[in-house]
Nanobody, 125 residues
Framework: VQLQASGGGLVQTGGSLRLSCVASGGTFSRYGFGWFRQAPGKEREFVAGFTRSSNTMVYTDSVKGRFTISRDNAKSTVYLQMNSLEPEDTAVYYC???????????????????WGQGTLVTVSS
């Protein structure tokens, strides 16, 4: 499956962005998805994710209450709605996918088989 991420940009503190990740070349409903981010000089960090059942969304603590992950099966697209953005959210954001990923593996980058190219989010203070 191929993943195409978009929606990044420059925003002021407190602003919002919505990232999109369009999947192609696979059966979308078979996959669980995650969003990760990587700031300069730092390791890739889990942001949010869900399994194929989408019953439970998982978030890293620093984005809880501000970010929302969702999926649209009809559009084969995963979204990351980001509100109340802070300078600390500045990073390249990546979407990732794996068929049948389990809940306990959502936060582990090496669990995923497919990655998008990344989209840059810059939050100015």
């Amino acid at each position: 499956v191929q993943l195409q991420a978009s929606g990044g940009g420059l925003v002021q503190t407190g602003g919002s962005l919505r990232l999109s990740c369009v999947a192609s070349g696979g059966t979308f409903s078979r996959y669980g998805f995650g969003w990760f981010r990587q700031a300069p000089g730092k390791e890739r960090e889990f942001v949010a994710g869900f399994t194929r059942s989408s019953n439970t969304m998982v978030y890293t603590d620093s984005v809880k209450g501000r970010f929302t992950i969702s999926r649209d099966n009809a559009k084969s697209t995963v979204y990351l709605q980001m509100n109340s953005l802070e300078p600390e959210d500045t990073a390249v954001y990546y979407c990732a996918a794996k068929a049948g990923i389990i809940y306990s593996s959502l936060g582990i980058p090496t669990s995923y088989d497919y990655w998008g190219q990344g989209t840059l989010v810059t939050v100015s203070s």
